[in-house]
């Protein structure tokens, strides 16, 4: 049995646990609000349709990987769009991973970063290179982090760790890359490979930013997914963490059903969370004007307060399926790992990302 196997069957034990999926926040650019100048977008798009066009829900597990995962995600979505692959797509969220964290540190990337790589570096399967969902914060962790990080140290140390590879490899020769890390080769090569699929699909751009919500909502409504990423107010998604920060008692049942409001003014949630809070990155795949969220939110007097918000987003999330929208569903069909989030919430603390495809 080789060392990855002994991983796999080590980080088993605790797959079915709730986990913090932390990223850090990058900081949000909201985009402009041009909803009222902008007439003709229905009221509700066919969220179901656009369901049908992403491949499967994955888990980061214990990474802050999120971006890497909504980055793949949305690549997977192109691929069944356009024709090129079946829902059952599923590309490594370790490459994507690796080829971002070969100069880094610290976890976390943002979207436009995420897709200058693959235009630059392609992308692999995930048989060829499968995800490992435990952080590596030291070569005592496991087996498999000393063999591939033990020869490193300071900062080439710190990227292996977070990208689970020597981060030299990516510039090194195929002599070279045989000599250290002959795996790797066959790896580097998929992506290579792959690139004439992605120079034929997207468009090479500095920034991938949507910046109107007009836009936005247009996209979504001709059945093109968008991303977004947004900082984490945990009272309003009923994350663990609503407990552990003592922001207000926690109510599971709606984050089991995937439901997100807003973090009201005056609320703990907002000074808590806005100071504490981390980062996240999800798949848009539709809004309702119409659909109503209530909620309620203990203020910083200790009172509580009932809230209602009109309007939601639709997202896929990369947490897996046994947790945070593990019962959500849409029109009576169940959907698990999807969930929605107030437009109130997304258009404040979110930003928005699309590929213009060729």
Not at 322 to 335: A, T, V
């Amino acid at each position: 049995m080789n060392l990855l196997a002994i991983y796999l069957i080590s980080f088993f034990s605790i797959a079915h646990a709730e986990i913090d999926f932390d990223s850090p926040f990058l900081g949000s650019r909201p985009a402009i609000n041009d909803l009222a100048e902008k007439t003709d977008l229905p009221l509700k798009t066919d969220i179901h349709a656009l369901i049908g066009l992403q491949s499967s829900v994955k888990s980061q597990k214990s990474r802050g990987t999120c971006t890497m995962f909504s980055s793949m995600g949305f690549i997977e979505h192109l691929l069944i769009k356009n024709g090129l692959s079946s829902s059952e797509v599923d590309l490594s969220e370790e490459w994507m991973e690796y080829i971002i964290m070969t100069k880094k540190t610290t976890e976390g990337s943002s979207i436009s970063k995420n897709f200058r790589s693959i235009y630059k570096n392609g992308f692999v399967m995930e048989s060829t290179w499968p995800y490992v969902g435990k952080k590596w914060t030291s070569l005592e962790d496991f087996p498999l982090t000393r063999e591939r990080c033990g020869h490193l140290s300071g900062i080439e140390l710190q990227s292996c760790f977070l990208g689970h590879r020597d981060p030299r490899l990516l510039t090194m020769n195929d002599q070279s890359i045989l000599s250290h890390d002959a795996e790797f080769l066959p790896i580097k090569n998929e992506g290579l490979k792959n690139l004439e699929t992605v120079k034929t699909l997207i468009k090479k751009k500095k920034s991938y930013r949507l910046r109107t919500l007009s836009k936005v909502k247009t996209l979504l409504a001709n059945g093109t997914a968008v991303i977004m990423g947004a900082k984490l107010y945990y009272g309003s998604w009923n994350h663990s963490k609503t407990d552990k920060f003592e922001i207000q008692p926690r109510v599971k049942s709606r984050w089991y059903e995937g439901i997100v409001s807003y973090p009201a003014l005056g609320s703990k949630d907002r000074r808590i969370s806005g100071e504490r809070g981390g980062g996240h990155s999800l798949i848009i795949v539709g809004y309702d004007d119409e659909k109503i969220v209530k909620s309620k939110m203990m203020m910083e007097d200790g009172t509580w307060k009932e809230f209602e918000y009109k309007g939601v987003y639709y997202f896929k999330n990369s947490w897996g399926v046994r947790g945070s929208g593990k019962r959500f569903k849409l029109d009576g069909k169940s959907y698990p790992g999807f969930g929605m989030i107030t437009q109130k919430y997304a258009h404040e603390f979110g930003t928005f990302f699309y590929i213009e495809t060729l």
